[in-house]
């Protein structure tokens, strides 16, 4: 397995998905203080928080800009497969279908993870920086951990319900598919999240469970995290039968 994750991590640092990836993690932090500054400046009544931009940046990343880019890493790590004819070459080795794709979802993961911590990095630099010029509140040590706490429960939320879009990448041997699908459900995303169905709705329960806030939306938290756990493990069992009926010769 070591191998497997080893050689996707290499033929990502090839790929341009990486940069993508990274630099997504970086524009909803930046968008999101420039609007929180502009609008403390009109309005003094609204200072600056650390906890202010923390908010307002997970909610693009959860409902928005998170889902969109990382569905496109979670199809390009499998579509590359298909689009650049590698399969037959990984199998010519003794790997097992169950364990290649098994690595596909840890890198995957990982992926996931690494796109919060740097939007929690760049939360944490920005602030700082605005704090030389601006008053930015709760700046402190404790803040810090507590929001890095939340992006990662936030990324583990995010994972979830990003492997339907393997499934489809498998399905469809392609990008096309899985790209339109997300891009709906980011659209029902920003319209149902203030609706009676957001806390059923899987890839809006997870911001709202993330923030505590199934309850307003009139769903507990059993509901919110098993609507996601079933998304989840739909997805990847979808993804490994689907995978082991693959004619890859």
Do not use: H
Not at 196 to 220: D, E, F, M, N
């Amino acid at each position: 397995m070591a191998d497997i994750l080893c050689c996707e991590w290499i033929k990502l640092k090839r790929s341009k998905i990486l940069l993508i990836g990274i630099s997504g993690s970086f524009i909803v932090p930046f968008l999101v203080t420039v609007n929180d500054i502009r609008i403390s400046l009109s309005n003094p009544q609204a200072p600056l928080s650390l906890g202010g931009i923390y908010e307002d940046t997970i909610m693009f990343i959860m409902l928005l800009f998170g889902p969109l880019v990382m569905a496109l890493v979670a199809t390009y790590l499998v579509s590359r497969e298909y689009t650049e004819k590698t399969l037959k070459t990984v199998f010519a080795v003794p790997v097992g279908r169950r364990q290649f794709l098994t690595g596909k979802f840890i890198i995957l993961f990982i992926l996931v993870l690494l796109f919060m911590i740097l939007s929690w990095l760049d939360i944490i630099v920005i602030s700082i920086i605005c704090n030389l010029f601006l008053e930015v509140a709760q700046i402190n040590p404790l803040s810090a951990v507590f929001i890095l706490v939340q992006m990662l429960k936030g990324g583990i939320l995010l994972f979830a319900t990003l492997t339907p879009f393997v499934y489809l990448a498998l399905r469809t041997k392609g990008s096309l598919v899985p790209f339109i699908a997300i891009a709906a459900i980011s659209l029902f995303n920003v319209v149902l999240s203030g609706s009676p169905i957001a806390g059923v709705y899987p890839w809006t329960a997870s911001y709202l469970l993330l923030t505590g806030r199934l309850a307003q939306a009139g769903s507990g938290g059993l509901e919110g995290m098993s609507v996601i756990l079933f998304v989840c493990v739909s997805g990847i069992g979808a993804s490994f039968i689907r995978f082991q009926k693959e004619d890859i010769v």
